[in-house]
């Protein structure tokens, strides 16, 4: 297994990432000494979870996605053959839509051995849900966040920026954050926002993090906190352009 890969927190420093081809995002982030694996999807979040040094290809729901891990698939298992890291995929669902399991991994969020899995219609099931928490195994804790109809992905609403800082829109949450994130200071989005991805940050590390240009509202409240807000222009969400494959956790 090799030493020092994975991903356990959303917040760790990004040491190593799939970026999909987006002007200027590449550039920046190796800028930031990321290790960069360029592809030419737009989004290689959904196709691929990585959880600790877990690779899992997923399954999407909509039939016209089917083929995205395509894309990804060369590098992906590439990556896991030269890091020794393990390499699984979600058996996929029925083509129409219906009969799952569906994972997909814009719907998955790392709090350490808390695995948080959004759930509204559109993307991720319970099937995928149950399917993800026997391959983790006891170790960890896989929390499904049931959210509106109206949401596609976990991401759209929740992000968490650092130990004890997220932002999140709570009007689109039904039943409201996991237990473990109540007591955090959260940075509230409005449903409009959510719509343009607002939500969805690249943090490169505790205390600093890329924002899109037009999400201004939400970068002066990060600066408020704290975070220093790098400012890019991008036509995608941030988040679904980016894969982390190495986060340096805090608690190693």
Known sequence: MAAGFGVHH???KLRKAIVADVPGLSDLLRQEGV???????LSPRDPLIVVGRRFIESSVRPGSRRREHLTLQPTVRQLAQHYGVEWSYVPPGSSDGVDGPYLEGGDVLLNGYEVYVGMSGQASDMAGIDWLEVRL??????????MRSSVLHLDDVLALVRPGLLICCPSLLIDGLPEALRDWDPITALPEETSRNVAQILVLEPGRAVVAARSTRIAEELRLHGIEVISLTCDIGLRSAHQPLWRESVLE
């Open 10 to 12: 959303e917040w760790g």
């Open 137 to 146: 195994g006891p170790a960890y804790r896989v929390i499904p966040i049931a």
């Open 35 to 41: 290790q960069v694996h360029s592809v030419a999807t």
